[in-house]
């Protein structure tokens, strides 16, 4: 099974500013299938990239992925107050893991 | 546009069962590899179980915390996916939101649609 780690836990930040969200495999992602999550209190979360960089559909373009084999970025590029929220990583290489999660909050 | 709404959970005791469903529209549930998904209560995401289409074959597989516990199916004529809960722990509390699988081309997906799931909770 393949553990995602995410960094950091909490990122305090302020509208408009650039948020740059971590994830880690503990071993290389086949086929960099990597998808982020949104999740709002109260809701399910929300599929915003898949394949490491593709958005899905809808979203906005200020969300961005990147990278591949073990290091995976989501990038916020201009903060709105309805994206301070909890993120999540999931890799589907193989049999589906998430990430713990990364508290977007503001600062 | 699709729509998953998640029934039958609530309170249930260690040992007990449950089962949940989920009944979809809005989309071509026969042709669409389905999953559930579940998040303990403060804590992060668990992917539970899937279940691929009966022309793939209808094979299923499991998390390690719920194999031999947990039963996924599917009813193609009623557009309804379901989760048969045995043997239940307290660990096991949890919401549990059914999902579609997103189509791509290798053997696992990202999970593009949820429904706003169903509470489960195990205790005495």
């Known amino acids: 099974e393949i553990a995602l780690t995410q960094s950091p836990g909490t990122l305090s930040l302020s509208p408009g500013e650039r948020a740059t969200l971590s994830c880690r495999a503990s071993?290389?992602?086949?086929?960099?299938?990597l998808a982020w999550y949104q999740q709002k209190p109260g809701q399910a979360p929300r599929l915003l990239i898949y394949g490491a960089s593709s958005r899905a559909a809808g979203i906005p373009d200020r969300f961005s992925g990147s990278g591949s084999g073990t290091d995976f970025t989501l990038t916020i590029s201009r903060l709105e107050h309805e994206d301070l929220v909890v993120y999540y990583c999931?890799?589907?290489?193989?049999?589906?893991?998430f990430g713990g999660g990364t508290k977007v909050e503001i600062k | 546009e699709a729509q998953l709404v998640e029934s039958g959970g609530g309170l249930v005791k260690p040992g007990g069962s449950l089962r949940l469903s989920c009944a979809v529209s809005g989309l071509a549930f026969r042709h669409t590899w389905m999953s559930w998904v579940r998040q303990a209560p403060g804590k992060g995401l668990e992917w539970v179980a899937r279940i691929k289409t009966k022309s793939d074959g209808g094979t299923t597989d499991y998390g390690a915390p719920v194999k031999d516990r947990f039963i996924i199916s599917r009813d193609d004529s009623k557009n309804t996916l379901y989760l048969q809960m045995n043997s239940l722990k307290t660990e096991d509390t949890a919401m549990y939101y059914c999902?579609?699988?997103?189509?791509?081309?290798?053997?696992?997906?990202?999970?593009?649609?949820w429904g706003q799931g169903t509470m489960v909770t195990v205790s005495s």
């Open positions: 999902t579609k699988d997103k189509e791509d081309i290798g053997s696992w997906s990202a999970f593009d649609f």
């Open positions: 999931q890799q589907y290489g193989s049999s589906p893991t």
């Open positions: 071993q290389s992602v086949s086929g960099n299938y």
